[in-house]
């Protein structure tokens, strides 16, 4: 995936992320609020550490 693509995507992770975190807050759901930054985190780390799958390539002769 090309790194525009990624950054685009980590910045839509993250404004999501910040969103509902802010509208737990407000629900006074802290366990929730905690449980979304985690998995934000571990998405944009997921989204930036491992590679793409590609599949297995042929090649026919």
Request: proline share 3%; aromatic share 14%; glycine share 4%.
């Amino acid at each position: 995936m090309p790194t525009k693509n990624k950054i685009i995507l980590t910045f839509l992770v993250i404004l999501t992320a910040v969103l509902i975190t802010f509208f737990e807050y407000v629900e006074s759901n802290i366990s929730h609020m905690w449980l979304i930054i985690m998995v934000a985190f571990l998405m944009i780390i997921g989204l930036w550490v491992f590679p793409e799958a590609k599949g297995k390539m042929t090649h026919e002769k």
